[in-house]
């Protein structure tokens, strides 16, 4: 497991979310009263995290929201989400990146989105 990890990691620990698996990339999150799961790009200096691409309606329901500069964000260790053709010649999991300004802004996110997939 990568040692390395962003603000957004620190934050989402510090808040009782547990980092279950980690990468040089991405973390992943799970959500406690959902059981579900949320990603982190390390690559991003932003408060960030990634939303299951099955999700994108729940997604509006987030006030301040702010989509990454590519609205869908790859990875193959995200492997909890769906897979689909990228660049390469092979699938590869996807998500919806969003970014915040803030810290209260991203937790407040989190959590919405959370209380959302219940």
């Not at 991405?26 to 949320?38: D, Q």
């Not at 996807?94 to 959590?111: M, N, T």
Request: charged letters at 30%; one cysteine or more.
């Amino acid at each position: 497991m990568s040692a390395m990890k962003n603000r957004s990691d620190i934050e989402l620990r510090d808040s009782g979310y547990d980092i279950v698996h980690q990468t040089e990339k991405v973390s992943e999150i799970t959500l406690n009263l959902s059981s579900r799961y949320i990603y982190t790009s390390k690559e991003s200096s932003a408060w960030n995290f990634i939303a299951h691409p099955d999700d994108h309606r729940l997604l509006r329901h987030i006030s301040d929201l702010r989509l990454g500069k590519y609205m869908e964000y790859f990875n193959s260790n995200m492997r909890n989400f769906p897979k689909k053709l990228n660049k390469g010649s092979e699938p590869t999991c996807y998500g919806i990146k969003l970014e915040f300004p803030d810290r209260s802004q991203f937790i407040e996110a989190v959590s919405d989105y959370e209380d959302n997939t219940k």
